[in-house]
């Protein structure tokens, strides 16, 4: 909906709510004409129903608006006497627009004093069970939301099974662009994957001020721009286009800010021609190809204790060296894509795409001498002293248009760039070359009309030979290069995506071990450490423990003494 449609539906509801009230309000005491000011009119209703006047915010806050709702049609009917659960049906079920029959019909008396406290315990539970909604949603909204690591691709610096603490106000809270959802949840319903929320109607965003602006290093949790899937690691190919706060959640390291330039080249990054100093609590991940002088890589990985590993394969000779069954594994037109690495007079050692019928088929097998590891740089050169090995080297990936733009061949995930991190307020040119960076910019993320016809380019029906960003664009990766979906392959993340800051790791789960041994699945070190800031992480767990056992202490004690006197 466009703010003009929004005007027209708020004066819509004044009007409806002025029509429905204004006697209600003269039996109230007050005037008629407060029931049509808008916003006056929701402050004075609070005086009416004996409520504070701040829940007027509430009403205008998205979701939460949804629950207070019912709330005042039900608030504002007991304080005319309508008490019974039957009214409170009515009000409901209603949409409140019973409100309109008992303004017209009945005869209205205002209980100015009335009693707050719920009636029966039912009532009572209901009230504290919207309350607790109503603020954990405002809090985890605007103020703090919690997030799981679901995936290694920042390994070393954030670990799967890790629960954080992810700041709104660090970098600005942004109200919701979903007007209609259920609180507290994503894009869909827990243990039912169902939509959680209406597509329509969709609210006009906006971020409140922040206290810091996005650094390079920073780690930071936003909308996955190109979210389109179902549900996340969904691979059904169902195509769902989500209003932009429904997008999957990601968090990856900002590497690149507006108005950047930024290039890749053997793995290492650069901005604006300088080397990107690494943070200090960065550790960056990458395969390499590991060779054994014997079969030891199943105690190797126990020993380092490895937990991402690719594996090469043997096949007997008798396979492989037949041309049409050679051809077929190696052609890439098939399920199967592989390429030799060396062989001996029994069989080959190949590596690349398998399926796993073609490895059943042709009896192959796993290497135990030759592997893929996913290491540090300071784990690499460790591994290579290790008189068990032959090699380590590095892998550099190869080209692929699979690499973001999706145009340059020789660009892989390891060289690509030099590119431009688009600025809110800078021109640039376009034209073929160029437009393939920044198509989805003008589409998608800056809502424009784009005609390419041959060589001419057209915005909005007009010819274009340049644009001007709307938006700040950030540039993001994982610290486990090898193994990290990120801009490499979808390019820039828009500013109105950010979503917080990881600050806070409050719990920290070992997904490799079992719950039976819950106390070695607890990552204790992890517990109530940080995720910023310099040098190694500290736990701040056993003093939380420490002021725990004190303030239940001190409670004791100090109910144990106003027994004690009375």
């Known amino acids: 909906m466009t703010l003009y449609q929004w005007f027209i539906l708020f004066l819509a509801v ?18 008629s004409w407060e029931a049509a000011i808008p916003v ?7 005086k009416i129903i004996n409520r504070p006047w701040w829940w007027t915010f509430l009403l205008f806050i998205p979701i939460v608006n949804l629950i207070m709702f019912p709330v005042i049609w039900v608030e504002t009917m007991r304080s005319f006497g309508k008490n019974s659960a039957f009214d409170t049906f009515l009000a409901i079920i209603t949409f409140g627009f019973i409100i309109y029959y008992f303004n017209y019909s009945q005869e209205l008396h205002h209980i100015k004093d009335r009693s707050l406290h719920p009636k029966n315990p039912t009532a009572d539970f209901i009230s504290s069970i919207l309350f607790a909604i109503v603020v954990a949603t405002t809090v985890h909204t605007y103020v703090m939301q919690p997030f799981t690591i679901p995936t290694s691709s920042l390994e070393k610096s954030l670990l799967i099974g890790d629960f954080l603490f992810v700041s709104k106000f660090h970098y600005g809270a942004r109200t919701p662009t979903t007007a209609v959802g259920l609180p507290m949840v994503h894009d869909s319903i827990p243990l039912t994957k169902n939509k959680s929320y209406l597509s329509w109607p969709q609210l006009p965003s906006f971020r409140f001020p922040g206290l810091e602006s996005i650094e390079r290093n920073d780690i930071v949790v ?7 899937v179902y549900q996340f690691r969904d691979r059904s190919g169902r195509r769902v286009d989500k209003p932009l706060d429904k997008k999957s959640n990601y968090v990856k390291r900002c590497l690149g800010i507006p108005g950047d330039s930024l290039a890749i080249k053997n793995g290492v990054v650069y901005i604006n021609g300088k080397v990107l100093p690494q943070h200090d609590r960065q550790k960056l991940q990458h395969f390499y190809t590991v060779e054994f002088k014997d079969n030891n890589l199943g105690d190797f990985i126990n ?8 594996y090469f394969y043997t096949i007997n000779r008798k396979y492989w060296d037949v041309p049409s069954i050679k051809d077929y594994l190696t052609n890439g037109n098939n399920n199967s894509k592989l390429v030799e690495v060396f062989k001996d007079s029994i069989q080959a050692t190949v590596s690349g795409q398998l399926h796993e019928e073609d490895f059943k ?39 692929s248009t699979a690499i973001f733009p999706h145009t340059k061949p020789n660009w892989s995930s390891d060289n690509m760039g030099p590119l431009y991190i688009p600025k809110a307020g800078v021109t640039v040119a376009l034209n073929k ?78 997904q490799n071990v079992p719950w039976s041994k819950a106390l070695d699945k607890i990552r204790w070190e992890r517990m109530f450490t940080t995720v910023g800031g310099n040098g190694e992480p ?3 767990f056993i003093y939380f423990v420490i002021v725990l056992i004190g303030w239940n202490g001190y409670s004791f004690y100090r109910k144990r003494k106003k027994k004690e006197s009375a």
Do not use: C
Request: glycine residues 6%; hydrophobic residues 40%.
């Open 14 to 31: 004044q009007i409806i709510h002025y029509l429905g009230t204004w006697k209600l309000y003269q039996a109230a005491g007050r005037k």
């Open 40 to 46: 006056y009119n929701a402050i004075v209703l609070m």
């Open 222 to 228: 936003f909308n996955w721009p190109v979210d389109t």
């Open 303 to 310: 020993n380092y204790k490895l937990t991402e590993v690719r």
């Open 361 to 399: 088929k042709l009896e192959m097998g796993v290497s135990t001498k030759i592997a893929y590891l996913n290491l540090t740089k300071e784990l690499a050169e460790e591994i290579k002293k290790d008189s068990r090995v032959v090699s380590v080297k590095y892998d550099i990936a190869e080209g």
């Open 433 to 510: 070359e160029t437009l393939p960076f920044y198509k989805m910019i003008i589409t998608d993320y800056e809502k424009n009309k784009l005609e390419v016809n041959g060589d001419e380019i057209r915005i909005n029906g007009k010819v274009a030979k340049d644009y001007t960003f709307k938006l700040d664009y950030y540039w993001m990766m994982g610290d486990n290069r090898h193994n990290s979906e990120d801009s490499r392959y979808w390019g820039f993340v828009p500013s109105d995506h950010i979503v917080g800051k990881p600050v806070f790791i409050w719990l920290s789960l070992d």
């Open 538 to 540: 500290v736990s701040y």
